[in-house]
């Protein structure tokens, strides 16, 4: 199918029979954000087949094609899912994937198209979709990314999603625009090569009645809440970054609540409410992309731009400047730390008391979260393009996806076990969701739903 400039192709839609006869599923689980709950990457309970084929259809429940470009991940509120793209009018308009070091922008300025679709989860039937704007990209992309990165965020009622220079939109659960936001042309690139452009990837969260966003950019850096039902400002904090493409995560706490940022200079938590600072913790990578993760009083932060490549284990609770006194120490607010050992791009995954650590190049490593001990380091086999995707866990398996398109099933525990290698025949760039029995996968041209074949 070829693309023409104002001409943008219809979705197709590609339905299996078992699909289309099986009953209404009893169980609704939401993922509404990246990630899914507070960002975490797990949800037990799915049953989910240990094997499956996206070329072939084994245990493929139903498949659809999205037009365009996009590594966003789909959320899942309910029965209805919902999915980002930004459709070019450029005829090859494409990424590229793989491990590779260039920093080139994309030359694809051609008028785009930034949608919002909404799914029924059971059948993948599209329900609605809207353009939210329509025009020339108002800043680069990375070759390697796309127009729409970032991952929408819903509660719900509202389903809100971020196109970077392009705006921040809040639709209503049945499509209506309720608002939307410019937050001007935002600059992001290498932090030594200023002429580079990169685009946007951090996306949205939800704090109550506020949505959050993380905007760390070559010459302005902020933190932005703003009224979910309004779009007006709640609060704004400047910052003094590097670019940045992590999203940020509220930890609850029993005594308070903690906003935590990814960033180069400081990695910090702020009050939700008011977007005050409560802790800084500096020696960071100079490049931040996994967002910050916890489980119970421990949060994990980690980058993966060499030299530091840092982990960091904190204690919820911390005061003001918490900064090592040197690489890979502890203290009474760093439970533990390592140097070279962060992931680049997936974020880390907490599950069962372990800690997994997803390096791009595929190297899967195990820590006790408690300790820092290490418990296995282990390379997937794969074909050679990488990791972007993050892990996600359910029913004590892990999920790795590649770029190259394969999902790799690897059991959870101390002792590393492959227990499948699953091809869905697309490049895997964003991360997956579990939802109802059924995971979702976003290839770059399909979603999929993989689960029990009845």
Same mark, same amino acid.
């Given at each position: 199918?070829?693309?023409?400039?104002?001409?943008?192709?219809?979705?197709?839609?590609?339905?299996?029979?078992?699909?289309?006869?099986?009953?209404?599923?009893? #169980?609704?689980?939401?993922?509404?954000?990246?990630?899914?709950?507070?960002?975490?990457?797990?949800?037990?309970?799915?049953?989910?087949?240990?094997?499956?084929?996206?070329?072939?259809?084994?245990? /493929?429940?139903? $498949?659809?094609?999205?037009? @365009?470009?996009?590594?966003?991940?789909?959320?899942?509120?309910?029965?209805?899912?919902?999915? !980002?793209?930004?459709?070019?009018?450029?005829?090859?308009?494409?990424?590229?994937?793989?491990?590779?070091?260039?920093?080139?922008?994309?030359?694809?300025?051609?008028?785009?198209?930034? $949608? &919002?679709?909404?799914?029924?989860?059971?059948?993948? $039937?599209?329900?609605?979709?809207?353009?939210?704007?329509?025009? +020339?990209?108002?800043?680069?992309?990375?070759?390697?990314? !796309?127009?729409?990165?970032?991952?929408? +965020?819903?509660?719900?009622?509202? #389903? &809100?999603?971020?196109?970077?220079?392009?705006? *921040?939109?809040?639709?209503?659960?049945?499509?209506?625009?309720?608002?939307?936001?410019?937050?001007?042309?935002?600059? *992001?690139?290498?932090?030594?090569?200023?002429?580079?452009?990169?685009?946007?990837?951090?996306?949205?969260?939800?704090?109550?009645?506020?949505?959050?966003?993380?905007?760390?950019?070559?010459?302005?850096?902020? *933190?932005?809440?703003?009224?979910?039902?309004?779009?007006?400002?709640?609060?704004?904090?400047?910052?003094?970054?590097?670019?940045?493409?992590?999203?940020?995560?509220?930890?609850?706490?029993s005594g308070r609540a903690e906003l935590i940022t990814n960033a180069s200079n400081?990695?910090?938590?702020?009050?939700?409410?008011?977007?005050?600072?409560?802790?800084?913790?500096?020696?960071?990578? $100079?490049?931040?992309?996994?967002?910050?993760?916890?489980?119970?009083?421990?949060? &994990? #932060?980690?980058?993966?731009?060499?030299?530091?490549?840092?982990?960091?284990?904190?204690?919820?609770?911390?005061?003001?400047?918490?900064?090592?006194?040197?690489?890979?120490?502890?203290?009474?607010?760093?439970?533990?730390?390592?140097?070279?050992?962060?992931?680049?791009?997936?974020?880390?995954? /907490?599950?069962?008391?372990?800690?997994?650590? *997803?390096?791009?190049q595929g190297i899967l490593d195990c820590y006790e979260l408690r300790t820092g001990?290490?418990?296995?380091?282990?390379?997937?086999?794969?074909?050679?393009?990488?990791?972007?995707?993050?892990? #996600?866990?359910?029913?004590?398996?892990?999920?790795?996806?590649?770029?190259?398109?394969?999902?790799? +099933?690897?059991?959870?525990?101390?002792?590393?076990?492959?227990?499948?290698?699953?091809?869905?025949?697309?490049?895997?760039?964003?991360?997956?969701?579990?939802? @109802?029995?059924?995971?979702?996968?976003?290839?770059?041209? !399909?979603?999929?739903?993989?689960?029990?074949?009845?």
């Amino acid at each position: 199918m070829r693309f023409f400039r104002n001409a943008v192709p219809k979705p197709v839609l590609i339905i299996s029979i078992s699909a289309l006869l099986a009953a209404a599923e009893s #169980v609704s689980v939401h993922w509404p954000s990246f990630r899914g709950p507070q960002g975490g990457g797990v949800a037990d309970g799915q049953n989910l087949p240990d094997q499956w084929n996206g070329e072939t259809g084994v245990n /493929i429940l139903w $498949k659809v094609k999205i037009p @365009g470009l996009a590594h966003s991940s789909p959320i899942v509120w309910g029965d209805r899912m919902y999915i !980002t793209t930004a459709i070019s009018s450029q005829a090859d308009a494409t990424f590229k994937h793989g491990l590779f070091g260039e920093g080139d922008a994309s030359k694809d300025f051609s008028v785009h198209q930034w $949608k &919002v679709y909404c799914l029924d989860k059971r059948l993948g $039937k599209i329900l609605w979709d809207r353009v939210a704007h329509n025009g +020339v990209p108002r800043e680069k992309r990375h070759v390697k990314s !796309t127009y729409a990165s970032s991952t929408p +965020v819903t509660d719900g009622n509202h #389903v &809100v999603a971020f196109f970077g220079s392009q705006g *921040l939109y809040c639709y209503d659960s049945d499509g209506k625009l309720l608002w939307k936001r410019d937050l001007g042309v935002l600059d *992001l690139g290498a932090y030594d090569a200023p002429e580079y452009e990169w685009g946007t990837a951090s996306s949205p969260i939800i704090y109550r009645d506020k949505v959050i966003v993380q905007c760390d950019t070559q010459k302005e850096d902020f *933190l932005l809440a703003v009224d979910i039902r309004t779009g007006e400002t709640v609060w704004k904090t400047e910052r003094d970054e590097f670019p940045s493409w992590g999203t940020p995560t509220v930890y609850p706490g029993s005594g308070r609540a903690e906003l935590i940022t990814n960033a180069s200079n400081f990695i910090r938590g702020y009050d939700p409410e008011s977007g005050k600072e409560l802790w800084r913790l500096g020696g960071s990578s $100079k490049i931040t992309t996994p967002t910050p993760v916890f489980f119970e009083d421990l949060i &994990v #932060v980690a980058s993966g731009r060499r030299p530091e490549a840092p982990i960091f284990v904190i204690r919820a609770g911390a005061h003001g400047d918490i900064t090592l006194k040197s690489p890979g120490a502890s203290s009474e607010q760093i439970a533990w730390s390592r140097q070279q050992r962060g992931p680049y791009m997936p974020t880390p995954l /907490i599950y069962r008391g372990d800690l997994y650590v *997803l390096a791009n190049q595929g190297i899967l490593d195990c820590y006790e979260l408690r300790t820092g001990k290490e418990t296995y380091r282990q390379r997937i086999s794969h074909q050679g393009g990488g990791f972007s995707a993050s892990p #996600v866990a359910a029913d004590g398996r892990i999920y790795l996806s590649s770029e190259d398109g394969d999902i790799f +099933v690897v059991r959870a525990g101390k002792d590393f076990s492959l227990l499948a290698t699953n091809p869905m025949g697309e490049r895997l760039m964003a991360t997956p969701a579990l939802s @109802g029995g059924r995971m979702y996968v976003r290839g770059e041209h !399909t979603l999929f739903a993989v689960g029990q074949a009845r």
